[in-house]
């Protein structure tokens, strides 16, 4: 089992900038890809970025590439998102998740751990 948990949300004005963190324990962590979705209210839950196990290959959804960045470190089993300028369409609450095989997927039913999420909210 593996267990996953957010930090890092919070209130911010537009064009400003958070990091969320995903801490991930549990003996089956190791090897897997891990991804960000977002839920806003009212929608369903959406891909954000996702990152290979080892290879640091990365892919984005088109409305975060050159504002989020994903990244992770191995050996602390952390996976962070950079989020900077950040939009009021961004608010959501956002989803820390891990698959057991280390390739890439944008499709949240591939994704066999979820974290209980963090809330970003983005206004003025």
Sequence with gaps: QVQLIESGGGLVQPGGSLRLSC???GRT?????MGWFRQAPGKERDFVATISWN???TIYTESV?????ISRDNTKNM???????????DTA???C????VPTISRAA?????????TQVTVSS
């Design 109 to 117: 039913n591939e994704y066999a751990y979820w974290g209980q999420g």
């Design 65 to 69: 590439k050159g504002r989020f960045t």
């Design 23 to 25: 801490s991930a324990s």
């Design 29 to 33: 962590f190791s090897g897997g890809a």
């Design 55 to 57: 290879l640091g290959i």
């Design 79 to 89: 996976v962070y998102l950079q989020m900077n300028t950040l939009k009021p369409e």
């Design 93 to 95: 609450v956002y989803y």
């Design 97 to 100: 998740a891990a698959r057991k």
